[in-house]
């Protein structure tokens, strides 16, 4: 295993358009995270699942946000009708782990850079 | 709030000099710390961690040592490398909570000048 994925790397598109975001994690792991960072901040988190379920939602997940991740395998990260203001890069991590208890190292991938224009 | 301030950037140093990044954190619970690092073109690595008060966590000739007393984890290093040049971030969770969300600092970029 190679570990987390993200496809596409880098996404362009203009205001208004729809986005999706995909996220491979490492095969065993049970959960997923998604974190958006901006230029100069430090990764911001956006949701969690647990296998398929999603657990918590921040407060900056808008309306416009959507996660899922069907079967517990992969994940999905849609933006409906994007904002100048969703550029960022979007981060996705998994790690073991169950409700509760110790914590699992989260593994990153290298992040899907969103440029609006 | 729940936040961590860090040291801002950039560091920049010569090699072979000795390396402090300042981390100070506001945490609701008793959290754990950690220190990850990404450098150019990578994702995000763990670089080391501390799970109670007065753990030391090491990697790599870096270390940081969980000081409950200041809420503070700063990281050091002896003697820094050109490879050391990336950005750091110091970060914290709650552990045995439910998610173990990461709650994160800004980052601060080491430049190391041969």
């Known amino acids: ?117 | 709030g729940d936040s961590v301030t860090q040291m801002e950037g950039p560091v920049t140093l010569s090699e072979e000099a000795f390396l402090t990044i300042n981390c100070t954190y506001t945490a609701t619970g008793y959290p754990s710390l950690f220190w990850y690092v990404q450098y150019p073109g990578e994702g995000l690595q763990l670089l080391l961690k501390a799970t109670k008060a007065d753990d030391k966590g090491s990697n790599k000739g870096f270390e940081a040592t969980y000081r409950k007393e200041t809420t503070s984890f700063h990281l050091e290093k002896g003697s820094v490398q050109v490879s050391d040049s990336a950005v750091y971030f110091c970060a914290w969770t709650l552990y045995g909570g439910a998610t173990n969300k990461l709650i994160f600092g800004t980052g601060t970029l080491l430049a190391v000048q041969p």
């Not at chain 1, 958006?36 to 416009?64: H, M, V, W």
């Not at chain 1, 110790?102 to 440029?115: D, H, I, N, S, W």
Request: aromatic fraction near 12%.
């Open chain 1, 1 to 117: 295993d190679t570990g987390v994925s993200q496809n596409p790397r880098h996404k362009i598109t203009k205001r208004g358009q729809n986005v999706t975001f995909r996220c491979d994690p490492i095969s065993e792991h049970n959960r997923l995270y998604w974190y958006r960072q901006t230029l100069g901040q430090g990764p911001e988190f956006l949701t969690y699942f647990q296998n398929e379920a999603q657990l918590e939602k921040s407060r900056l997940l808008s309306d416009r946000f959507s996660a899922e991740r069907p079967k517990g395998s992969f994940s999905t990260l849609e933006i409906q009708r994007t904002e100048q203001g969703d550029s960022a890069m979007y981060l996705c991590a998994s790690s073991l782990g169950t409700s509760g208890g110790a914590f699992y190292e989260q593994y990153f991938g290298p992040g899907t850079r969103l440029t609006v224009t």
